[in-house]
């Protein structure tokens, strides 16, 4: 089925470990993003990709890095885990269309201990 | 910088209550846009509308509602007659013209009681 998955959907990890979270989709959207959902703050943007090979920083990208080799691939890796990254991770896509609805990943929740 | 503010963090009614969800933003950008997002207890992000700063009429879709008022920079949502169902963590979100960043609100947990 088309659609936008991310693996894995839940990872313990520990601090100083580097942590790669998957996102890939099925519809060839041109964007990209990386949100991190945490209580009280809603979802913030860690990175974006406007297509493959463009990338740029969001809100919070600190410790994060992304890179978008093909179109339907997002990665996003953590080169060294803290605490402060435990979170659930969502990767979303969309066309430049009417609606402007981004399309979520199911999340991938991580701790870090 | 953009920003949106949700005052609300939980909401508690019973069954068949209506449930306004307030939300007020901050941009400089004289186009955006602006969502609703629906994240029930499963976990995935549902969109439920999109509005631009030049369409300031109000939309109805169902139960659901929404208020537009450039002046006070807002953007509320009612449930009508609300169900259990409805009871879920819903965003309110605003993008700038041709941005699709979107500035996420922290949430209002709605809860509905049987």
């Known amino acids: 089925d088309a659609g936008i998955t991310q693996s894995p959907r839940y990872k313990i990890t520990e601090t100083g470990r580097q942590v790669t979270l998957m996102c890939h989709q099925t519809?060839?959207?041109?964007?990209m993003f990386w949100y991190r959902q945490d209580l009280g703050h809603g979802l913030r943007l860690i990175y974006y990709?406007?297509?493959?090979?463009?990338?740029d920083k969001g809100e919070v990208p600190d410790g994060y890095v992304v890179s978008r080799s093909k179109t339907e691939n997002f990665p996003l890796t953590l080169e060294s885990a803290t605490r402060s990254q435990t979170s659930v991770y969502f990767c979303?896509?969309?066309?430049?269309?009417?609606?402007?609805?981004?399309?979520f990943g199911e999340g991938s929740r991580l701790t870090v201990l | 910088a953009q920003k949106v503010t949700q005052a609300q963090t939980e909401i508690s009614v019973v069954e068949k209550e209506d449930v306004t969800l307030d939300c007020v933003y901050e941009t400089r950008d004289t186009t955006y846009y602006l969502f609703w997002y629906k994240q029930p207890p499963s976990g995935e992000l549902v969109f439920l509308i999109r509005r631009n700063s030049f369409d300031e009429q109000n939309e109805i879709s169902g139960r659901y509602s929404w208020n537009f008022q450039k002046s006070t920079s807002s953007f509320n949502f009612t449930i009508t007659a609300s169900q259990v169902v409805d009871s879920a963590v819903y965003f309110c979100?605003?993008?700038?013209?041709?941005?699709?960043?979107?500035?996420f609100g922290a949430g209002t947990t709605v809860t509905v009681r049987a």
């Open positions: 979303a896509s969309t066309l430049l269309d009417y609606t402007g609805e981004l399309f």
């Open positions: 519809w060839s959207h041109s964007y």
């Open positions: 979100a605003l993008s700038g013209q041709n941005d699709y960043k979107l500035s």
């Open positions: 990709s406007a297509a493959a090979d463009i990338t």
